[in-house]
């Protein structure tokens, strides 16, 4: 008996060790997994699995019409809008309309961008009809210029780069012109003016080293390269929804076709994923772009997903503040280094970025886009122990990184431009009150528009917005296509973000204002948002779950 017993208890002893051993490991996944953010954009394999799911079904012109359920007589005043809108672009946009047709065959980029302006199942007509080209002339002011003659105001914003108005980017090319000139596209040897870039990047970012490269992807490449070299761990951390360039690691969910193994995607201002930041040991950085202060935890907010009136912006910034410090104080007590992805909003919201805008000091910072003043460019500046590439005890043990077109004397020439016109003292006038300036002026559009009993309201972090419906509706992207014909130049990616430059005065505004009003009087007339009552979010949804499930399963 005794004897038998031992195989039985030393099993158990075997067993209760095991369970000892991986108690900790699945108590740390569960972790992990209760720190993702609920929603799709918080689970990116999920979301990159349905993503091959979701057939492609596309309304015919009936069903375009009464998507939602609509009767004959909406569906009929819509088609009518639907067409008035269309002859209208026919004939204002005819030249810049051809040119864009003749070259899409050849841009890849076009054809993509023209299919997922608006959610697919509409994509195909509006195609066809309300394509209004993407080819412009001239830039002046806050304005474009189409193939046509048509001047537009612009709410695209060049992704971002456009800061302080076209006239200033065009001066700073200008000026980088005549000063690249006579050393012209020398590569690999460097102009003078980048040791004066360096210093008034160091400056400005309160950094001590700054390595230049090409785009913000590749930046952001080199800066979490770095962070694995220097911490000697594997893993990133990103927050659902946040956009950080296009390279693999992330960009962990739908659009890249392999998983990444290294990125954990976690929900931003949750007290769960500072505690999975406290108790990992293979978290090399986390990953911060701040214009997801608008809304945490949702993916960059374009038309094409717009498929009810759910979007909705939450921007607090003493919350982002108090999530910010939080995160700085977890990444210095665990040896995670900080990034600010600053992209997109660097130069934007202050002289030295969301750092000072937010009081909030990171370990690496990326920047991009306007700092190339008018030219293309991404930048790593960091703190020297993160920045270094080679270890003096293990010469063979370095970090590579390199790039042909880096340090490009024009590039270095227009970043120099667009630095000291930032630095001159009456320059900085620009950034005083302009969370005042912005918000009051969002504040008036939202009144006009609330005025006139339109369902639509925006929303802001300073001079980028996003447009809300209020009212449910599975046609709110409509709008764009009424703005443009009000001469308002929206980027591809529709009503859901507009990028101001700072150049935008009062009066400007207030045309646009005027133009937006009109643009939505003119798509309510159209019963574009008619809702009787049955109408709900929710509905929308369970409508277009089984419009899908029904075209998956062959059931149309
Ligand atoms: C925050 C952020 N990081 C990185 C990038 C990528 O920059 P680029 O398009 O220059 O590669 C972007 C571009 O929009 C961005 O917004």
Redesign the pocket.
């Known amino acids: 008996m005794m004897d038998s017993s031992i195989p039985y208890l030393s099993l158990a002893a075997g067993a209760v060790a095991v369970t000892a051993a991986v108690a900790p490991k699945v108590k740390a996944r569960i972790e992990l997994s209760r720190a993702k953010h609920r929603s799709l954009a918080g689970h990116s394999k999920m979301s990159r699995r349905i993503s091959k799911l979701i057939p492609r079904y596309e309304f015919d012109i009936k069903e375009f019409f009464r998507s939602d359920g609509a009767p004959a007589d909406i569906a009929t005043r819509r088609q009518d809008g639907f067409f008035r809108l269309s002859a209208l672009y026919q004939d204002r946009f005819a030249k810049s309309r051809a040119a864009t047709a003749e070259a899409a065959a050849g841009i890849s980029d076009l054809q993509f961008t023209q299919a997922y302006r608006v959610p697919f199942q509409y994509s195909r007509l509006v195609k066809d009809h309300l394509g209004a080209g993407s080819f412009m002339q001239a830039s002046s002011g806050v304005t474009l210029t189409d193939l046509d003659g048509n001047t537009f105001y612009d709410l695209a914003g060049s992704?971002?780069v456009n800061i302080f108005g076209y006239d200033f980017y065009k001066d700073c090319i200008a000026g980088a012109d005549k000063r690249a000139q006579t050393l012209g596209p020398v590569l690999g040897f460097y102009h003078p003016v980048v040791a004066d870039n360096v210093k008034r990047l160091t400056e400005l970012s309160g950094m001590d080293e700054v390595s230049f490269h090409m785009?913000?992807?590749?930046a952001?490449m080199q800066a979490v390269r770095l962070a694995r070299y220097h911490t000697g761990q594997t893993h990133l951390v990103r927050f659902a929804g946040s956009?950080?360039?296009w390279w693999g690691d992330v960009q962990p969910g739908a659009g890249n076709p392999i998983a990444p193994h290294e990125t954990y995607t976690l929900a931003e201002m949750s007290e769960r994923t500072l505690h999975v930041l406290k108790t990992r040991r293979d978290i090399a950085c986390v990953l911060i772009?701040p214009?997801q202060a608008l809304h945490p935890n949702s993916n960059a907010p374009g038309d094409s997903t717009l498929v009810d009136s759910s979007r909705q912006g939450k921007y607090d910034r003493a919350a982002y503040t108090e999530w910010l410090k939080k995160l700085r104080e977890v990444c210095t007590e665990r040896g995670i280094v900080l990034l600010f992805?600053e992209?997109?909003l660097g130069f934007r919201l202050a002289p030295g970025g969301a750092q000072e805008y937010f009081g909030v000091k990171a370990d690496i910072v990326?920047y991009?886009?306007s700092l190339g003043g008018g030219l293309p460019i991404?930048v790593v500046c960091g703190k020297s122990r993160f920045m270094r590439r080679f270890r003096d005890e293990k010469p063979a043990d370095i970090c590579f990184a390199r790039g042909t077109f880096n340090s490009h004397p024009y590039v270095m020439t227009a970043m120099d431009e667009f630095l000291s016109r930032l630095k001159s003292p009456n320059f900085s006038a620009i950034y005083n009150g302009l969370d005042g300036t912005w918000n009051g002026r969002a504040r008036q559009l939202n009144d006009a528009l609330a005025a006139k009993e339109l369902p639509v309201h925006v929303s802001n972090l300073q001079s980028i917005w996003m447009v809300e419906y209020t009212s449910p509706s599975r046609y709110n992207w409509m709008l764009q296509y009424y703005l443009r014909a009000e001469g308002l130049a929206l980027s591809w990616v529709g009503t859901g973000r507009f990028i101001f430059s700072l150049n935008y005065t009062d009066a400007d505004f207030a045309e646009v204002s005027k133009r937006f009003v009109a643009a939505a009087e003119k798509m309510k007339q159209d019963a574009w948002w008619w809702n009787d009552g049955s109408i709900t979010n929710k509905a929308i949804k369970r409508k277009i779950l089984k419009e899908m499930l029904g075209h998956a399963f062959g059931r149309t």
């Open positions: 992704y971002g785009s913000g992807t590749e952001v956009y950080h360039g772009n214009l992805d992209v997109f990326t991009g886009k991404g």
